[in-house]
Nanobody
Framework: QVQLVESGGGLVQAGGSLRLSCAASGGTFSLHAMGWFRQAPGKEREFVAAISSRGGMTYYADSAKGRFTISRDNAKNTVYLQMNSLKPEDTGVYYC?????????????????WGQGTQVTVSS
């Protein structure tokens, strides 16, 4: 059983940056693809970014391309999401997720483990 704990959320002005972290425990981190999803108030949860188990392949939603960077440190069992040029529409709860496979997908039903989420609020 993998446990995921996110941190780094907060309130930031439009154009600012935040770095989310997700610490994993309870499993072999390097055998899991990792992802970030978000959910805005009144909206469905949506894919943001994902990374393969060794970090060699990354995937982004169109809304995140060019602004967000997903990375991982397998020695620290941690995955990161660097978010730059934030917009008010990036506001939501951001969830860290893990899949028991090497390459990630971008469908939330494919993910096996979820963190509790961290709130990101971008003010205009």
């Amino acid at each position: 059983q993998v446990q995921l704990v996110e941190s780094g959320g907060g309130l930031v002005q439009a154009g600012g940056s935040l770095r989310l972290s997700c610490a994993a425990s309870g499993g072999t981190f390097s055998l899991h693809a990792m992802g970030w999803f978000r959910q805005a108030p009144g909206k469905e949860r949506e894919f943001v970014a994902a990374i393969s188990s060794r970090g060699g392949m990354t995937y982004y939603a169109d809304s995140a391309k060019g602004r967000f960077t997903i990375s991982r440190d397998n020695a620290k069992n941690t995955v990161y999401l660097q978010m730059n040029s934030l917009k008010p529409e990036d506001t939501g709860v951001y969830y860290c997720t893990a899949q028991r496979q090497l390459l990630p997908t971008w469908t939330d039903h494919d993910y096996d483990y979820w963190g509790q989420g961290t709130q990101v609020t971008v003010s205009s």
